[in-house]
């Protein structure tokens, strides 16, 4: 059993997991704006097209110029920077998920091959078109958006809930539609509506010569698009019952982070249905380019915090049972913790001179591999802040039972003098990178070590307090 090896990138006191993270919001949000304004689009065509408004047909034009510039130009591109820094920092995680769903996310980009090439044309001939044709390439446009949220939901949410599937016994499909598929689906279309809706609202207040009136008669019709809005609770309580236990713990105040996250999107996307309910849709109010820029920025925020509980809830795994957050496999651990968890690690360390024992060296390699997709030594998350208090035992038993210290970090994956080389290395950190610094290879100390590491078990503390190993 011989497990991959990655060279991992570095991203200085950038936490990894956040460069993910923070790239993948970017591009749900873009891409949210892409699926949503192509329904919105179809709306208004049919508008202009049964001369039901004057500037239906101006609108989507304006609408499509800026669909065009943010959701193709800057969703391609953070598309492509999410494949380049995921290969980059979790390699096994996205090749295990291409190697599973492959012919699913082949499936994904014909689609996206379609959004693209029938959005280009209309936004190149739709001036030349009639209006059946018009409403043909839009119609074209907004299935292959939506069916590419369709088949990715599939994969992400799979993530979280395997379904059926499992390592042993692949069932694509059982995988493909499991737990959260629905609910997750259901409520990224809700908000994909609301996203383009209040993207409408800005791009209405640019329309340089429609009148007051015109103008608000035209975001009254956009308000139609916020209303299953008001499904949002249901299906977000739906999305939390099918999550696994200790994710919906974390959610409830067991993480402290992911609550006040999940509490930022809750406020956030209830504020903007309220003022869409109640201000735009029952009391028909106008809605200026500045407060429809600042409710655009209220649902960035819900969506940021969002995607930051989804992600965050999955750990400690990437892929539920199967693949922990730092590409190590439950089953693995146990044996890495015989022979050494970097021991076969080939990719040399950055900065390698700049430390000056083999021992730190040992310990700075078991933080790339183990923790740091986690942590930074001294910025985000950074390990010297969490134990910057703990004297060496402190941390001995913390990190030899991480597990049961926090129960969304994996288990410990390595040998006794790794821990010790790793609580040495954490020691220099904090003393703030000292030319010199002692070896410690006490016996006594990696007997205590080994000790606590048996008792602490190789199972993640969810498979602990069930009584199972890793991931049976
Ligand atoms: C799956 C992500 C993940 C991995 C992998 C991970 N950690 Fe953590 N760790 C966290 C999070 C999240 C916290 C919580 C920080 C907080 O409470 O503010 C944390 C907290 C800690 C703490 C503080 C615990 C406390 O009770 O205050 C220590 C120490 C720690 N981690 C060490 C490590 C070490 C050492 C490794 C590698 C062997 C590691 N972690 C791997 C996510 C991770």
């Known amino acids: 059993m011989e497990l991959p090896y990655y060279p991992i990138n570095d991203f200085g006191p950038v936490m990894k997991g956040l460069v993910i993270g923070g790239l993948g919001i970017f591009h749900v949000f873009l891409a949210q704006f892409a699926i949503g304004g192509g329904m919105l689009m179809c709306y208004f065509q049919w508008l202009a097209a049964e001369r039901r408004h004057a500037l239906a047909r101006q609108f989507v034009s304006s609408y499509f110029q800026y669909l065009v510039l943010f959701s193709f130009v800057l969703g391609a591109l953070t598309g492509v920077a999410m494949w380049f820094t995921t290969i980059q920092l979790s390699p096994r995680t996205i ?72 390592i042993e016994q ?53 308000a139609n698009f916020m209303i299953p809005m008001v499904l949002m609770p249901l299906l977000g309580a739906w999305y939390l019952a099918v999550f696994p236990d200790d994710s919906r713990s974390w959610v409830l105040g067991g993480s402290p982070a992911m609550s006040l996250f999940m509490g930022i999107t809750i406020g956030a996307s209830l504020l903007i249905g309220c003022y869409a309910l109640i201000g735009l849709f029952f009391q028909k109010l106008y809605i200026n380019g500045a407060t429809a820029t600042l409710l655009c920025a209220l649902a960035f925020g819900a969506t940021a915090g969002a995607e930051f509980v989804r992600e965050g809830v999955r750990k400690p795994y990437t892929i539920r049972n199967t693949l922990l957050s730092n590409s190590i496999t439950p089953q693995e651990v146990a044996h890495l913790r015989q022979i050494g968890s970097v021991t076969n690690d080939p990719y040399p360390l950055r900065g390698a001179e700049q430390l000056p024992t083999e021992q730190l060296r040992l310990g700075a390699r078991v933080y790339r591999f183990q923790c740091s997709i986690c942590h930074t030594p001294s910025g985000v998350n950074g390990l010297t802040h969490l134990t910057g208090s703990w004297n060496g035992e402190q941390k001995r038993l913390m990190i030899a039972q991480l597990q049961m210290t926090k129960p969304f970090m994996p288990p410990f994956a390595g040998n006794a003098e790794e821990l010790e080389a790793l609580v040495q290395y954490l020691e220099w950190l904090s003393a703030d990178r000292p030319p010199q610094w002692p070896t410690r290879h006490d016996p006594q100390i990696l007997q205590q070590i080994n000790e606590w590491l048996i008792e602490a078990g190789t199972a993640t503390a969810v498979d602990k307090a069930a009584g199972r190993g890793p991931a049976e």
Not at 149 to 159: D, E, T
Request: net charge positive.
């Open 95 to 166: 090749g295990l998920m291409v190697d599973q769903f492959h012919w699913i996310w082949a499936t994904e980009w014909t689609f996206f091959v379609v959004e693209v090439v029938s959005g280009y044309a209309f936004y190149r001939y739709s001036a030349q078109l009639d209006d059946r044709s018009r409403m043909r390439l839009l119609q074209f446009y907004t299935v292959a958006a939506w069916g590419s949220l369709f088949w990715i939901n599939g994969i992400l949410s799979w993530q979280l809930t395997p379904g059926t599937w499992s």
């Open 170 to 222: 692949p069932q694509l499909w059982g995988g493909f539609f499991n737990a959260s598929f629905w609910p997750s689906l259901l409520f990224r279309t809700v908000s994909s509506m609301a996203t383009a809706a209040l993207v409408a609202c800005v791009v209405i207040n640019t329309m340089p010569n429609a009148s007051r009136d015109q103008r608000k008669e035209l975001i009254n019709k956009t």
